[in-house]
């Protein structure tokens, strides 16, 4: 039904086949536009007061405006009032010198010869202003203010001549006509390319004269109303159309699609396909460049309304392959066809797509759980090298050589044991290295009793028989419990007989013996 109201107007009525109804389909309002199809300005400038005598400051370039039929008459009246201005001149001098009377005396030296009314004085002096010269009529040399009013005749003749004829030349060699070859499609068109919803017009040339450093813009008008409460007008708005890609510069040798991306610094990032019924703007495209064979700037324009812009369309193919050369099928410029495309705008696919997926997300729960069963594994004589580094900055993640080499060593190397931090049992394990020291606390105090407690200051060290790997070991402190197995209470130490201090291992006594 579109396609029917642009074809044949707005007017257009639907009958239906029923006699008995008959309906008109309503006919929209006709919107007052800013520059019409064929790119004419739609405003008019009013109550300029004393400004109009602007115009004449600068009368040729007011003359090269004007329309044609003002041009003409401003050529005709100009070129008829100083030709009889002039005659006039010449016959008040032949008047005053009383040539008139003596017309036709043979013996008499007039000032002008053979000129003895005005009509004969008005030929003189087309004769004269277009150097016909028939050599009847001439001026004597008995007249100086004749010859005085000839020079004055040639130079205004010639001025007259170069504003006229100038003016007359620059209004016909305008290239607004040039632009009347320039085609823009009757609508654009909304539809994805490349993955972007994009804004698309085409541009034509039909001539084979190229035009040079073909350059185009596009304007968005729109009334709004600021942050601040004041309404702008018809406010302009640059629609980028390639400007830091070189897109818009043209070479226009056949139609060519222009396109405008609809991102978030385009005016249209909210626009969906049910907004556009409601919008009210208006695109202007201006098409500039040289003109190849004039050398003149050239500038088409035309425009697109909201009515004018197709959701969800695209412009039909125009260019073929012929035998040794391409053909443009002009015949469908205009024509295009729907695709598939999102009734959404930009703007809300982009928070459609920022949302969080709940798939993705990690529980915290879990997380937490995780990082509670972990338990640290350190070596005892590693504190002190764990210290250093952490106050240097570094970080270990692997397993000291130490404590790998002693899950191969057995209870030969219970002197270095492991100290296990559980997030359950907090039971240190001590080093050996700290047995000097409290069996010289024991040894000091006298008597059976002594024996009693150092059996009683056993050590409670919690391990797991030393044949595991040091992977075993980290799969075992992720258990919630543990259970640390008893001290055997029949230690070497404490069973042989004699001094304390001669059961002990000989490093053992070398440290009491330096202390």
């Known amino acids: 039904m579109a396609a029917l109201r642009r074809k044949f107007g707005e007017d257009y009525q639907v009958v239906n086949t029923n006699r008995a109804t008959t309906f008109s389909a309503p006919v929209k309002k006709k919107r007052q ?44 009246l ?42 004969s004085a008005f030929l003189f002096f087309i004769e004269t202003e277009a150097t016909i010269g028939y050599g009847y009529r001439y001026i004597t040399e008995k007249c100086p203010e004749g ?46 390319r490349d993955g972007k919803l994009c804004l698309m017009f085409r541009v034509g040339n039909l001539r084979n004269s190229h035009m ?12 709004r109303q600021t942050p601040e409460g004041e309404f702008l007008p018809l406010d302009q ?48 495209v201006i098409l500039e460049g040289i003109v190849e064979t004039t050398g003149m700037t050239c500038q088409a324009r035309t425009s697109y309304t909201e009515d004018e812009v197709l959701w969800g369309h695209r412009f039909l193919p125009v260019m073929s392959l012929e035998e040794g050369f391409f053909r443009v099928d002009y015949s469908q410029f205009h024509s295009t ?8 705008s930009v703007k809300e696919h982009e928070e459609k ?19 509670a069963r972990r338990d640290r594994v350190f070596s005892v004589d590693c504190i002190n090298t764990s210290e250093e580094r952490g106050r240097h900055g570094g970080t270990g993640g692997r397993l000291p050589s130490k404590l790998q080499r002693m899950s191969s060593s057995g209870k030969e190397d219970l002197q270095r044991k492991v100290l296990m931090l559980s997030s359950q049992h907090s039971e240190k394990a001590c080093s050996t290295g700290d047995l000097p020291l409290k069996l010289q606390r024991l040894s000091s105090s006298p008597g059976p009793e002594a024996e009693n407690r150092l059996q009683l200051k056993s050590l409670k060290v919690g391990f797991e028989p030393m044949t595991q790997s040091t992977g075993d070991l980290y799969q075992h402190s992720l258990t919630p ?35």
């Open 353 to 371: 797509n920022s949302l969080p997926s709940p798939l993705s997300t990690p529980t915290p729960a879990l997380t937490e759980s995780h990082g």
């Open 147 to 192: 010859i005085i009013l000839f020079l004055f005749q040639s130079l205004l003749g010639s001025i007259v001549d170069a504003f006229l004829i100038g003016c007359m030349f620059i209004k016909m060699s305008q290239p607004k006509k040039r632009a009347e070859t320039l085609m823009f499609s009757q609508d654009a068109v909304i539809s994805q």
């Open 33 to 76: 536009r800013f520059v019409e199809k064929n790119g004419r300005c739609n405003v008019q400038h009013g109550n300029l007061g004393g400004e109009t005598s602007r115009y004449l400051s600068d009368l040729f370039t007011t003359l090269v405006d004007l329309k044609w039929r003002w041009n003409l008459l401003i050529f005709i």
């Open 237 to 284: 708005c640059e629609l980028d159309v390639g400007f830091g890609t070189g897109a818009d510069q043209l070479f226009l040798v056949s139609p060519l699609t222009i396109c405008h991306e609809i991102n978030p610094k385009s005016p249209f990032f909210d626009l969906s396909q049910r907004s556009l019924m409601n919008e009210q703007f208006e695109i202007v």
């Open 212 to 223: 040079v450093s073909a350059q185009i813009r596009c304007k968005l008008i729109k009334s």
């Open 78 to 119: 100009t070129y008829t009032i100083a030709w009889l201005v002039m005659a006039s001149m010449w016959w008040i001098i032949a008047y005053i010198r009383g040539d008139l009377n003596h017309g036709h005396d043979s013996t008499y030296t007039p000032c002008v010869a053979n000129v003895y009314n005005f009509p």
């Open 337 to 344: 066809f729907e695709v598939p495309t999102p009734p959404y």
């Open 481 to 515: 419990t543990l259970s640390p197995a008893p001290v055997p209470m029949h230690s070497p130490l404490l069973s042989a007989g004699g001094r304390l201090e001669d059961n002990l291992p000989a490093k053992l006594r070398k440290m009491n013996a330096d202390r």
